[in-house]
């Protein structure tokens, strides 16, 4: 999945500085929804990690079955608190 094409489908535009409030929101819960209906272990993943991106944040006990994908997670969080505390 393209970071992209995912705010693309979501949120109509991949500019995240042009989406209003209501459309973010909105763009959200239907992800959040395809990742609860989402079977592909791949593609529930990239779905967390754009989620987890735009702030929303998933208790990876729920989230995630399989402790190798639990432990992804905590890695791409880790990344990406180094990222932003640069």
Do not use: C, P
Not at 4 to 31: C, K, V
Not at 63 to 81: I, Q, T, V
Request: aromatic share 12%.
């Amino acid at each position: 999945m393209d970071f992209d094409d995912q705010l693309q489908r979501y949120f109509g535009t991949a500019d995240l500085s042009s989406i209003q409030s209501e459309a973010m929101n909105a763009g959200i819960e239907h992800m959040l929804v395809d990742f609860g209906l989402e079977t592909d272990r791949a593609r529930r993943f990239a779905l967390w990690a754009v989620l987890y991106m735009l702030g929303t944040y998933l208790d990876l006990d729920k989230a995630f079955k399989d402790e190798a994908d639990r432990e992804s997670a905590r890695n791409f969080m880790d990344l990406m608190n180094r990222v932003q505390e640069k």
